[in-house]
């Protein structure tokens, strides 16, 4: 399937305020990006670089007045998520050596907190992909997902109190409960094909059965559509914007996934 | 200054363990290891590999039974800990890119809730190192520091609850004070020569003027003696082990630091 | 600067031939990627990473038929080349880790067999940009460029021989030149306004007085327009495209350059 | 099996003489490094970093004088090289994306000239291990291995043309045999117990069937007893040491392998 996606941010700022923005999706093994275009106003120095995830970074100082940016980008993806139940756990020792970070705790997953919790809710299912296919399903028919409910993270911890939380709250707590039980998890920020209502999205995967699969307890089926524009161990790693400085917030945020012909 | 270190660590084990370790100081720009030894038993593979933070760590799965770990290394390593009042802050747009992350907040240092009292601590003070000292010296006159006292890593926002911590904790208050002010920020962990009681120590460093200075509250004065073997944004990143499975808890640690003729 | 940078390739396939293209233009430091296009016909399955350079790297394996590649972008680049006479030579025990290499042999720089050359070329210059500068002219006034002479690479040593080459050709004869003097030195391959004829282009780095600066013996004068796409040790790391299994050719390829307004 | 190596190398240097030293090897998949230890005399400063390649490098400058290296390591390795005659040639396109490189020509291998050659040598074998341990055979039978007959590195055209050389010289013809088939090849330099006359060797390792299978024209049998020490495309990459400014040679070079209870 082939996604038009988009976003427009717009800020007012007051004082030259360093940003370092995440919205540029880039091409690899999961998406083709045919087109992108990343245009920003005033057209001040920006620059690009790869962060230790591998994600597109641009960095910039944003001057005192109307700030904007606009991102586009054609980009190719698979129609389907790939569901694999039964995918087996693999044993600590047997994982590579990249992806034991992603076992670790990490700012909004506290996963060193919730190992009671995740085994309760995988009681009886099979060791891998049926444990995290649970713990999505938990958190459907748990966690009220309310888009717009929160402007900042917040932890898993908290989100778990709340009982409600946007995509991101959903998110991480998903991450810390496959992380209790061992099974390497990460955070995606990017783009969602029907997502309701149009936004930013983000979503977990987890390593199970020698593979990365996805999982989004905001979804009520598996299914296609997904943009990847960053992976990270949590939200601290794949905020679409960091601003340093006097806090602004965007005037106006508009995103924009449509389906066009490849 | 020569040091000999070296940390014995003994298990209890019940079931096969999977364990990573982080216990091989690494030869770098400020330590230079002449001779290390690493040594278990009973004999079982392990495997050495670099973590993303250029860390040695080592896997292994410890059988049931007694297992122990026995390292040592001769390191040389500066006399004394350069300090530097004076240097300046360094603004975000000129910082590399290696060091952004260190910007942001992570599992025990909740950088993104300490603003005001960063503020509050460091108020008159020059941007940059002097800053840092501040909050140095603030932790130092403030969080009581009790070796012993917490037998698991604990989040700044609960050190600065609890106003007492292990050296691991005042770090971690160290390094979200810093970040919450813009200042990357790092957790170190290693030996440290004439540490009383003798244990692995935890200290922080924080980047300003161009390079990372050291700052450790548990100690009275800077001095010389740092032995670093890991390096990551919080504890999180650089335990000393890493276990799953059961919980195990060493029967025995013993640490030994002593000076020796080059 | 802001230019509209483009290559189309043709190629008639007989068999299956799997490639790797190197032909989107990275933003980075040097450059700023507005806009980027990248087709291919027909659509197959085409696999993006950064090779050990952090170039971009398209994988892909072209059917049988007409295949056909065809990229754009819109770059912002610097006006000007700079230039630094008098730079210094930086001790070897002075180079960053990461820029040893730069110093090695590689395939068709064998700057191991130049150093009495590189020692009469640049005599009574001083250590440094001077140095390179020295070399440059040599190669300027010494070696022939003659655009589309050559097919496929040939070695510093063959160049020298030779007395003539094309761009790729003067480069590595500069880049062993340099080495041999202990100076870093990289290939660079990408596009140049206003070069005649028009094609895909390759000029070289030298590392002097703490940074990489442009040489060219195939231009009068130092300029801007330059557009880089692949950075690496020379040809063998840097081909726009390596191509498996029998031999094939672009039937066609078209290369175009334009200014436009940023 | 456990071995004991070692290397004790001696210079008479006349003016500061920057080196780049290989001597320790490090623990990794393939070996574990139970105890290490690397002096210099005299003691000056000496700063270790991990490579492109992962391998540890040490950086000084020796002075004046007599100057000494002596470095030991008790290293536990497989007891058996492993063979696998009947891996499969993988498909460029199966191959890892950081495999990709090792299919290029490098300084010492011209692989880009070596496709007929390598046709005829392996002809009627299976695609993949038995077209590489033809190579090796062929290597074996025909350029004749003869220690000590070299003093600096050749390539695999010059080889090729002497048809006799030292452990280097044929790895570098194998590897460069190996790639113009578009099999991924490295060189390996280290330790190999039993060799004779005792030194410091080079090997080749192919990757074929999904892993990398150790390659040895030198010797008659595959058999265990290797220590690598440092990995590369060809010997520009991993000398045991290189040095810059007026040449020096070692005027005592001491190798010694060992078996020792582990």
């Known amino acids: 399937m082939w996604l038009r996606v988009g976003c427009e941010l717009t800020f007012d700022i007051e004082v030259p305020t360093p940003f370092i923005l995440m919205l540029r999706p880039r091409s690899g093994a999961q998406q083709w990006v045919e087109r992108d275009e990343y245009k920003i106003s005033p057209n001040v120095p ?36 790939t569901v694999n139940p039964g995918a087996p756990f693999i044993e600590i020792q047997h994982l590579p050596n990249t992806l034991l970070s992603y076992l670790l705790p990490s700012r909004y997953c506290e996963s060193d907190r919730f190992n009671d919790m995740a085994n309760n809710i995988t009681a009886n299912q099979l ?42 709250d959903l998110a991480h707590l998903g991450i810390a409960l496959c992380r209790s039980l061992s099974i390497p998890a990460r955070m995606v920020v990017g783009y969602l094909y029907n997502l309701n209502p149009m936004d930013m999205h983000a979503w977990f995967e987890a390593y199970v059965g020698g593979s990365w699969y996805t999982f ?15 992976y990270g161990h949590d939200a601290a790693d794949v905020a679409v914007f960091n601003q340093f400085g006097p806090a602004v917030h965007p005037i106006n945020q508009i995103v924009s996934v449509e389906r066009i012909e490849g």
């Open 127 to 168: 060791p891998g992909y049926d444990q995290v296919a649970a713990i999505e399903n938990w958190l459907r028919n748990t966690i009220s997902f309310i888009p717009g409910s929160s402007d900042f993270p917040i932890s898993a911890i908290e989100v778990n109190n709340k009982q409600m939380g946007v995509c991101r």
């Open 216 to 230: 989004d307890a905001t979804q009520t089926d598996p299914k296609g559509g997904y943009v990847a524009i960053g």
């Open 46 to 81: 920006i620059f690009e670089y790869a962060d230790d995830y591998g994600n597109l970074s641009q960095r910039l100082v944003a001057p005192p007045g109307r700030f904007s940016i606009h991102t586009t980008a054609d980009v190719k993806i698979d129609d389907y998520v």
